[in-house]
């Protein structure tokens, strides 16, 4: 493989109380590309990509063993501080959940949280990442308004864009379309195709045409283990796994 | 549990034996009807052909529908474009056998040029290579698409010798016997074009079963 | 066709209810209103009694119990949320949680004489604060913190865990989160319960008998620790020690009128912005 590897997971066992939700798991995340995990629900998948942003932590009673590493450095490290960390690697939830301010303070409140005060810039980058998130003709002349006014496929954009605006190295996307109509979706999946040029992209979802349309390597989960890996056009063409071919197939059940 | 969608594959699938079915009678009866300089039968052959023409497009409109409605993958896609190819060359196939029957009018009423020996055996390889893909494709067996692959050979060279004595013996030898040496030449050129058919047909069903290309790369054919 | 007659019996027992319930409320309003609104006048309302009680106004009063009343929310406010804001965003979930909301609920419980005492005892006696506003505050402001706990985690535990995930996912501390996310969208809700205490603790009559009030002073209060007037002991003190009792009845009903007023007055605003905040959020 020539592409860099930007983010890794290692022999990961992850345990919520006693229930291990993942069993021995390994991928390698590609820079600038994007990633799909599939799977059924329940198999650990939403768990997983948690991991690459520290938000599991916030589950109490969990247990990681195994590494996972953003460039090289373990993210779990005690000298690492999970704040950065998330700085780093952004989030797009499968409901989309804007703050209740306007449009404008929820995007610049990444700035802010990051110390970022000069008025100018922030006005900047706030329109940059409304361009870049391709919701600017949308939004901007109304601004001051509240961020609810907004449809649930520009909400999702608008969450988007908050993570353009901290320059998030990787964007995490968990089931992103899974609320909103087609039209959105495909507006979506458009913006992912568009922004793996400049960020490394993982995302899950229960979708498989989807995850066939904008992925370039596709991972199949069933039952906290990683089945197979790979690039997305071997997978649903050719997967290796009698498993892998009865989920993308139909068959399963 | 059958799916709608599993009832509908296997409807695709019966449609495809039936054009190769339809195929592989043309082939027979234009060559029964060359043997028996029979210009009925030879009629026949070339008026069936309109039904396979009708079911070429019905299957390949099916295909068509079950990809648009159902976004296959994996092995299903496979099967349903290895279908469509299927489809294609069976009836290219079948046209060949009207070419074929179409020469009965030109040699029934003439005297034969020499006792045929050499077109009947390129007959029997052309029909059993085209049996043996269709057998290859209702079993899903890569061994019996081998051994169609690792016969053609053969049938070129027994072209090429049919040629080489029809131009060498009796065309440049006997002027007057050139009209009828060269539809015997078609006939085995026909002939052979029937065999490069029936290696299509079982290269694509190589990729089927084992999503590997083999056409244009013979040398993955011992992998 | 059995049904259906069952359920109008149910629907006509509800619409009973709630009719004895208004009926009560308007009961209570008119008698006050009818035995007091004879006294209220401009007057009335901003000068110092005079004559035994018998003229001029309840002013003093009026302002004695607002000094009390704020000086209650003072305390309890800061205190209460903070706590609020631990129980619910800081405190591990289990055992020791459930130990602390059952202690806050029974505190709540607690007969309002009996925190008159504790505040005699404790703040009146122990810490030297004498009678005085002080007193009378800190005592007020025990009593209140239930309360503004109570709502101040029902706002908190309201807002979405998903704003506070997606805050922490833009690389936010937790501290950041609950300043700048969960208090601003918290806000109405507590006000409501801070607006819903100081309607209670306006009323209460048995905690300030022993640490504040006191019948009569002469002119305003000087500082936090000094006796102050309040509306409810004066109501309590004009039908008990008046030597004037039918000029000072009606007194009494003219200041249970404002009293009444203040706290139906104090509800309506807590309602107004509880529909308000309802309204923007859904």
Not at chain 1, 102 to 120: A, H, M, Q, R, T
Not at chain 1, 135 to 148: H, M, Y
């Given at each position: 493989m020539d592409k860099n590897i930007k983010m890794k997971a290692q022999d990961i066992n992850f345990f919520y109380g006693k229930h291990q939700a993942l069993k021995n798991v390994n991928i390698d995340i590609y820079a600038n590309q994007v990633t799909a995990l599939i799977g059924p629900s329940g198999c650990g998948k939403s768990t997983f990509i948690r991991l690459f942003n520290r938000m599991n932590e916030l589950i109490p009673h969990t247990t990681l063993k195994g590494t996972v590493s953003l460039d090289d450095t373990d993210i779990n490290a005690p000298s690492i501080d999970p704040v950065q960390i998330r700085r780093r690697v952004g989030m797009v939830f499968q409901k989309?959940?804007?703050?209740?301010?306007?449009?404008?303070?929820?995007?610049?409140?990444?700035?802010?949280?990051?110390?970022?005060?000069?008025?100018?810039?922030?006005?900047?980058?706030?329109?940059?990442?409304?361009?870049?998130?391709?919701?600017?003709?949308?939004?901007?002349?109304?601004?001051?308004?509240?961020?609810?006014?907004?449809?649930?496929?520009?909400?999702?954009?608008?969450?988007?864009a908050r993570c353009l605006a901290v320059e998030s190295e990787v964007i995490l996307f968990d089931e992103p379309c899974a609320s909103l109509d087609p039209v959105s979706t495909a507006k979506i999946e458009e913006l992912i195709l568009e922004l793996k040029k400049d960020y490394t992209i993982v995302i899950v979802t229960h979708n498989m045409q989807q995850a066939a349309r904008v992925a370039d390597y596709t991972g199949f989960f069933l039952l906290g283990e990683l089945i197979e890996f790979g690039k997305t056009q071997d997978i649903f063409t050719a997967p290796k796994d009698k498993r892998t071919e009865a989920y993308i197939t139909g068959r399963f059940g | 549990m059958e799916r709608h969608f599993d009832a509908e594959l296997k409807d695709l699938n019966n449609d495809i034996l039936k054009i190769g079915t339809l195929a592989q009678e043309a082939i027979y009866k234009s060559i029964e009807s060359l043997k028996d300089r029979d210009k009925d039968r030879a009629k026949t052959v070339i008026e069936d052909d309109k039904k396979i023409d009708e079911l070429e497009l019905v299957i390949d409109e099916k295909c068509l529908d079950l990809i648009a409605r159902h976004q296959p993958m994996a092995k299903d896609l496979r099967f349903i474009t290895t279908g469509m190819k299927l489809n294609n060359e069976l009836e290219r196939i079948a046209d060949i056998a009207v070419d074929i029957a179409q020469r009965v009018f030109e040699l029934a009423d003439k005297p034969l040029l020499k006792p045929l020996v050499d077109i009947p055996r390129l007959t029997t390889i052309a029909q059993d290579m085209v049996k043996t893909a269709i057998d290859a494709f209702i079993k899903g067996d890569i061994e019996l698409a081998r051994r169609v692959l690792l016969a053609d050979p053969e049938a070129d060279k027994l072209r090429n010798s049919i040629q080489k004595e029809l131009v060498e013996e009796y065309m440049v030898k006997d002027g007057s016997a050139s009209p009828r040496a060269v539809q015997l030449l078609l006939i085995a050129r026909f002939l052979e074009r029937i065999c490069d058919h029936a290696t299509n047909i079982a290269e694509d069903i190589i990729y089927m079963v084992k999503a590997q290309v083999v056409r244009h790369h013979p040398e993955r054919l011992k992998g | 066709m059995k049904r259906k007659y069952i359920q109008g019996i149910g629907f006509s027992g509800l619409f009973l209810c709630m009719f004895s319930t208004l009926f009560f409320l308007g009961l209570i309003i008119y008698f006050i209103t009818v035995r007091g609104a004879g006294v209220i006048s401009w007057d009335f309302l901003t000068q110092a009694p005079r004559s035994g009680m018998t003229q001029g106004g309840v002013a003093p009063a009026i302002i004695g119990t607002l000094y009390i009343t704020l000086g209650a929310i003072l305390f309890s406010l800061p205190l209460g949320l903070a706590c609020a804001i631990y129980l619910c965003e800081y405190s591990p979930k289990g055992f020791i949680v459930n130990i602390i909301r059952m202690s806050i609920n029974n505190l709540a419980g607690v007969p309002s004489v009996v925190f008159g005492l504790f505040g005699l005892a404790v703040f009146v006696k122990l810490f030297g604060f004498g009678i005085s506003i002080l007193s009378g505050s800190l005592t007020l402001g025990i009593l209140a913190l239930p309360l503004i706990i109570s709502s101040a985690q029902e706002a908190l535990l309201a807002v979405p865990q998903s704003i506070r995930e997606a805050s922490l996912s833009l690389g936010a501390t937790k501290w950041e989160t609950i300043k700048r996310i969960v208090l601003p969208a918290a806000l109405p809700g507590i006000l409501t319960g801070v607006i819903l205490s100081i309607g209670r603790v306006a009323g209460e009559t048995a905690p300030i008998l022993f640490t504040a009030a006191a019948f009569y002073m002469r002119g305003y209060p000087k500082s936090i620790f000094s006796e102050v007037m309040a509306l409810p002991y004066h109501i309590y003190a004009l039908m008990t020690e008046g030597i004037h009792p039918e000029q000072q009845r009606a007194i009494a009903y003219g200041c249970s009128l404002i009293l009444l007023f203040i706290v139906l007055f104090i509800s309506g605003i807590a309602i107004f912005i509880r529909q308000r905040q309802r309204a923007e959020y859904g």
């Open positions: 989309p959940n804007p703050f209740p301010k306007s449009i404008f303070e929820n995007i610049s409140y990444g700035l802010k949280v990051n110390g970022i005060k000069d008025p100018d810039f922030i006005e900047e980058k706030v329109v940059k990442s409304l361009k870049r998130a391709a919701l600017w003709e949308e939004a901007k002349d109304r601004l001051n308004d509240s961020a609810f006014k907004l449809s649930g496929g520009q909400q999702q954009r608008l969450c988007i | - | -």
